[in-house]
């Protein structure tokens, strides 16, 4: 639902509530990663990978005469962990490293409270 709003003379619309109509269970293998490519042939492979721990994004670059570059990213409890590797890992190697990745934040979180 949007209402609108007058502030010095330009109207405003505001969203006045969310409702989530949907929910899923995250299981095994949940995620999307794609391989892709730029117009001077470098490839990557980037999306994001579902855990029991939250989502994590994963972006990981590089060819044989190129810099190899992989990040990971997750957010817990507000804040943003970042990893970052100086290698290339493939679809299946970034799920296993997304997994552990989260793990170990989750763990971390754990031990700090």
């Known amino acids: 639902m949007k209402t609108k709003k007058k502030v010095n003379g330009a109207s405003l619309k505001r969203v006045v509530s969310c409702q989530f109509d949907d929910k899923m269970t995250v299981g095994r293998g949940f995620g999307r990663l794609t391989d892709n490519g730029t117009k001077s042939g470098e490839t990557y492979t980037e999306g994001y990978v579902a855990t029991p721990h939250g989502i994590v994004t994963a972006y990981s670059q590089g060819d044989a005469d190129s810099f190899h570059h992989t990040r990971l990213d997750v957010v817990k409890d507000g804040i943003l962990y970042m990893k970052n590797i100086k290698r290339r890992y493939s679809k299946r190697g970034l799920v296993t490293l997304a997994k552990r990745f989260a ?4 763990a ?3 031990a700090e409270l």
């Open 108 to 110: 971390n979180n754990q």
């Open 103 to 106: 793990a170990t934040v989750a």
